[in-house]
């Protein structure tokens, strides 16, 4: 009876694991209130997303519009953003550089803007504010990236 326990919990619960670990972002709900919109390690992920399953609390969350979920994904736009620069930092870095890039082109696409070219010139002008050190992390360059754009609306146009 046991292991037919074991054997339901573990097949109930491995959509959400597989989810979680081959998503950046365990979702919105309790699971993403607790844990998850601070740590981004597969452990935390895979923590969150099995408390939003296992509590429904996603399914309320997206419903009600709370618990970081919204009908417009305005907060999921804005982690998407985050979450790829936290992973691809070093080749964003290069790519800005350059002013040129896959990756950089996706990111720009991330964060929502109608001329594509001219956020990726902006990126490689301002590349010594965005990045004054080499230690400079993710969460350090979007934070300078998103006062250098208040400064400049026209580019998320």
């Known amino acids: 009876m046991k292991k037919w326990l074991a054997l339901g919990l573990v097949v109930g619960l491995m959509p959400t694991v597989v989810m979680a670990a081959s998503h950046p972002m365990a979702g919105c709900g309790l699971g993403y209130l607790l844990l998850s919109n601070k740590d981004n390690t597969k452990v935390v992920q895979i923590l969150g997303a099995t ?33 790829y620069a936290e992973i691809n930092l070093d080749t964003l870095r290069h790519e800005m550089a350059a002013g040129q890039g896959e990756f950089v082109n996706t990111f720009v696409s991330l964060i929502g803007t109608s001329n594509r070219s001219e956020m990726v010139r902006f990126f490689q002008s301002e590349y010594a504010s965005l990045f004054p050190t080499a230690g400079t992390t993710a969460s350090e360059m979007l934070s300078t990236l998103s006062g250098k754009l208040a400064q400049y609306p026209e580019l998320l146009g």
């Open 51 to 83: 408390t939003n399953g296992t509590f429904g609390t996603q399914t309320f969350g997206i419903s009600s519009g709370t618990s970081g979920c919204t009908t417009d994904g305005a907060v999921k736009l804005v982690k998407q953003a985050e979450v």
